[in-house]
């Protein structure tokens, strides 16, 4: 149990550390962005995945994996180039995915309770 508890604090630090090595980046417009530039057509309105995109949030993965995925995407993902989507556009949308809160625990959702 101890190790299961070791290997949480260890990933919700890594995550902080990912998130703090982002640029600064506004939130709203990043918000914006995301459905300007279709991104929620494949990864849903708020990053929680859709059938045809991974889900991006909450806890988004670093951003240097972020913006590496826009510039040279792997699959089936359109590339975003510099000159559509800037470096300060992609850190807008990384500040709302890392902005969306994570949703309710099953067991606090009264409908879902045994």
Excluded: W
Aim: glycine share 10%; net charge positive; with cysteine.
């Amino acid at each position: 149990m101890r190790i299961l508890a070791l290997l949480g604090v260890t990933c919700a630090s890594a995550i902080a550390v990912a998130q703090q090595g982002a640029p600064a980046g506004d939130a709203a417009r990043g918000k914006t962005l995301f459905m300007q530039e279709g991104c929620y057509a494949c990864h849903g309105t708020a990053g929680h995945g859709q059938p045809y995109g991974p889900k991006l949030a909450p806890n988004p993965l670093p951003f240097q994996v972020v913006m590496g995925q826009l510039r040279q995407p792997r699959a089936v993902m359109p590339r975003y180039a510099q000159q559509f989507v800037s470096d300060q556009d992609v850190a807008d949308i990384y500040a709302y995915l890392a902005s969306v809160p994570a949703g309710p625990k099953a067991s606090d959702i009264p409908l879902l309770r045994d």
